[in-house]
T-cell receptor, first 110, second 112 residues
Framework: GENVEQHPSTLSVQEGDSAVIKCTYSDSASNYFPWYKQELGKGPQLIIDIRSNVGEKKDQRIAVTLNKTAKHFSLHITETQPEDSAVYFCAASKGNQFYFGTGTSLTVIP | EADIYQTPRYLVIGTGKKITLECSQTMGHDKMYWYQQDPGMELHLIHYSYGVNSTEKGDLSSESTVSRIRTEHFPLTLESARPSHTSQYLC???????????FGQGTRLTVV
């Protein structure tokens, strides 16, 4: 089966700085990689995703990169704001199931 | 905003009680999932369904059971709750293929 590893588990940055969260996966057949943000007391919500035929995707301050050869993908948040503070999950999927990373708790310090 | 709903949001119940956590989605998704989320954040898949009358156990062993009689409804039942069942339970649904999963708000269960 798929194994997704996520680092770091906790991350603190100053407001305005960038944050990077990295994930690796083991199954080369995985072809869909979503990132979720979970705020306190809520369920995870999709913030960005990437498919295996694309190397990079950007949406305003959020970007995701994918290296299929190395089997790793990363989330980049630029110009961080206090409202970016949350738990972030990466996931890998090859159709029917999602395999989640262990989560990163991001704190943006004003 | 996703149209997937979980009830109740919070539940405190005594040991030995039978409980059912409700999950409904109005998006017509065939695939639905139940995850257990421990205090350390990690999401563990406990059940999933690919459609009506289809249910499978996930990676994490669970004493709960599920049913899928209607596309929109995927309830989770604990026949006899124990303190070890205390956790956050998240329901999700997906449209199939490589598309996102939508999560409900979760049910925080405490068994005393």
């Amino acid at each position: 089966g798929e194994n997704v590893e996520q680092h770091p588990s906790t991350l603190s940055v100053q407001e305005g700085d960038s944050a990077v969260i990295k994930c690796t996966y083991s199954d080369s057949a995985s072809n869909y990689f979503p990132w979720y943000k979970q705020e306190l007391g809520k369920g995870p919500q999709l913030i960005i995703d990437i498919r295996s035929n694309v190397g990079e995707k950007k949406d305003q301050r959020i970007a995701v990169t994918l290296n299929k050869t190395a089997k790793h993908f990363s989330l980049h948040i630029t110009e961080t704001q206090p409202e970016d503070s949350a738990v972030y999950f990466c996931a890998a999927s090859k159709g029917n199931q999602f395999y989640f990373g262990t989560g990163t708790s991001l704190t943006v310090i004003p | 905003e996703a149209d997937i709903y979980q009830t109740p949001r919070y539940l405190v119940i005594g040991t030995g009680k039978k409980i059912t956590l409700e999950c409904s989605q109005t998006m017509g998704h065939d695939k639905m999932y139940w995850y257990q989320q421990d205090p350390g954040m990690e999401l563990h898949l406990i059940h999933y369904s690919y459609g009506v009358n289809s249910t499978e156990k996930g990676d994490l062993s669970s004493e709960s059971t599920v049913s899928r009689i209607r596309t929109e409804h995927f309830p989770l039942t604990l026949e006899s709750a124990r303190p070890s069942h205390t956790s956050q339970y998240l329901c999700a649904s997906g449209g199939g293929g490589n598309t996102e999963a939508f999560f409900g708000q979760g049910t925080r269960l405490t068994v005393v």
